[in-house]
């Protein structure tokens, strides 16, 4: 079984500052995918960044980028230059390549961005 | 182009009462799926349809759940008897194809169920 930890439980940073959220996860299949996802408070949950296991480089999406280190099995998500609108629920999840491929999601990080 | 709908936003019932969920996805989106999300905790899979097919309902409470997606386009999730513990948010996703195709689902608002 898959299974996806997130250890911060909430995090608060000031508006401009870079903040990392980490995120764990355990599997013994070789081929997944990985992806954080963002919620707001309307809880319209909404994709940030994507990486393919099968892929060394770190995925960027804007100010978003990841930092996927797959012997440690570790999935951090940095946000530079963190701006208020980016105050929401975080997920970590994974999702394997074969069978149903469902999403399993860690338990979330309640990120604070203060003006 | 429209996103997922979701309805009712929020439910409020007894314990032992029924409650039924209704979910339409994005247009041309074959995958569909029902979260629960209880306070505080990731959204966990309940049941996965392709088409109007079950692809995985392994989390799924069979006792009291039940979920179908007719015509393979929306689908209703009912609880029956609803329990304490099926307080939480209903969150229904949708993909065009398998996640891994498009990297992405597409979630709806969620309906937020509350049971006294």
């Known amino acids: 079984a898959q299974t996806v930890t997130q250890s911060q439980p909430e995090m608060s940073v000031q508006e401009a500052e870079t903040v990392t959220l980490s995120c764990t996860y355990d599997t013994s299949e070789n081929n997944y995918y990985l992806f954080w996802y963002k919620q707001p408070p309307s809880r319209q949950m909404i994709l940030v960044i994507r990486?393919?296991?099968?892929?060394?480089q770190n995925a960027t999406e804007n100010r978003f980028s990841v930092n996927f280190q797959k012997a440690a099995k570790s999935f951090s998500l940095k946000i530079s230059d963190s701006q208020l609108g980016d105050t929401a629920m975080y997920f970590c999840a994974l999702c394997l390549i074969q069978g149903a491929q469902k999403l399993v999601f860690g338990q979330g990080t309640r990120l604070t961005i203060n003006p | 182009e429209a996103g997922v709908a979701q309805s009712p936003r929020y439910k409020i019932i007894e314990k032992r009462q029924s409650v039924a969920f209704w979910c339409n996805p994005i247009?041309?989106?074959?995958?569909l799926y029902w979260y629960q999300q209880i306070l505080g905790q990731g959204p966990k899979l309940l049941i996965q349809f392709q088409n109007n097919g079950v692809v995985d309902d392994s989390q799924l409470p069979k006792d009291r759940f039940s979920a179908e997606r007719l015509k393979g386009v929306d689908s209703t999730l009912k609880i029956q008897p609803a329990k304490l513990e099926d307080s939480a948010v209903y969150l229904c996703?949708?993909?065009?194809?398998?996640?891994?195709?498009?990297?992405?689902?597409?979630f709806g608002e969620g309906s937020r169920l509350t049971v006294l």
């Open positions: 990486q393919e296991a099968y892929k060394q």
């Open positions: 996703a949708s993909s065009r194809l398998r996640v891994v195709n498009t990297g992405e689902l597409f």
């Open positions: 247009s041309g989106h074959a995958t």
